[in-house]
């Protein structure tokens, strides 16, 4: 039978609707309103919908949303000084600063320059170096996602066998320390690893987070495996226009996998859905409060 497809939209929306909940709490007990400052340099046009879609839906789910749009040719000073000021900020309890940056900008300076307890994307080393040791940290958006949307298949992810496929420390290694977190065994594998093919068939469930387009074909995958698909590529089409695809081949996948997510709208939406978890999240920490029910 072909496979479950994984409706990232959906389980997102739900998240959605469990955070603007929160929101609500936090306002009528607290009178503490959760606020996102998103920062984009530069005029890219996919980071421009992207940054987009997060305004939109922060506002959605009833927190302060803040844009701040800075042009190409900003300097370093400047972008760091805006960074000050929103640490600074008390109506701010996220800062996300949409990469890449230009080249005359150092990406990690900036990244280390947020306060980690507004580090909504969980970039900043403290708390890499805390999410790596097992304490509470803020945590990269999609590889929570990730996550999520593999309990949403599995109730318990103890003593399955995790494949991850991808070694960033965007999404790869972030995962390793969740799927620990979680009881699973790890297997960390990426494009040098040998016979490929046959360490991603050993997976219950298979994380795709390389960056090439349909790499992981439908004969990697162990028949009943969860695939998660990671993967955003934009590969080109006769008329001219391309089309998304995910690491996986979707249409191969689909005929072995028990479940499996695609590209677009699987893991994408829940990206989003998690950088709002963890605008709550820091809002209540910075305040005190509770962590919320999400």
């Known amino acids: 039978m072909p496979a479950r497809i994984i409706d990232g939209k959906a389980i997102a929306a ?3 609707a469990l955070v603007a909940a929160e929101v609500q709490r936090l306002a009528r007990e607290h009178r503490v309103e959760p606020g996102l400052a998103v920062v984009l340099v530069g005029e890219n046009p996919a980071s421009a919908v992207y940054v987009r879609n997060k305004s939109k839906q922060t506002v959605e789910a009833g927190m302060r949303s803040f844009d701040h749009r800075l042009p190409e040719t900003v ?3 400047e972008l760091l000084a805006l960074v000050g000021k929103l640490n600074a900020d008390p109506a701010v309890h ?3 600063v949409q990469l890449p940056l230009p080249r005359q900008i150092d990406s990690q ?3 280390n320059a947020v306060d980690p307890a ?3 994307d969980g970039f900043h080393p403290m708390n890499a170096g805390r999410l790596s040791t097992g304490l509470p940290a803020l945590t990269p958006c999609t590889p929570l996602g990730c996550v999520m949307l593999a309990k949403s298949v599995h109730r318990s992810l103890e003593g399955m066998n995790a494949v991850i496929v991808g070694r960033s420390n965007i999404v790869g290694e972030p995962l390793i320390q969740l799927l620990l977190n ?3 065994t790890v297997t960390v594998a990426h494009s040098k690893t040998r016979d490929l ?3 991603c068939r050993s997976a219950d469930i298979l994380f795709a987070a390389v960056g090439r387009p349909e790499m992981v074909r439908g004969d990697w995958v162990k028949p009943g495996a ?3 698909d990671v993967g955003i590529n934009r590969v080109p089409t006769p008329d001219g226009k391309g089309r998304i695809v995910g690491d996986v081949a979707y249409a191969e996948a689909t005929q072995v996998a028990g479940a499996i997510t695609p590209a677009p709208g699987g893991v994408g939406p829940m990206t989003i859905a998690c950088l709002l978890v963890n605008t709550v999240r820091a809002a209540c920490a910075i305040h005190g409060l509770r962590p919320p029910a999400v």
Do not use: C, F, H, W
């Open 118 to 120: 507004k580090d909504v």
């Open 109 to 111: 300076k900036v990244l």
């Open 226 to 228: 969860t695939v998660i």
């Open 14 to 16: 739900e998240l959605r």
């Open 94 to 96: 996220g800062i996300l």
């Open 75 to 77: 300097s370093e000073a």
């Open 182 to 184: 979680e009881n699973a």
């Open 197 to 199: 093919p046959e360490v």
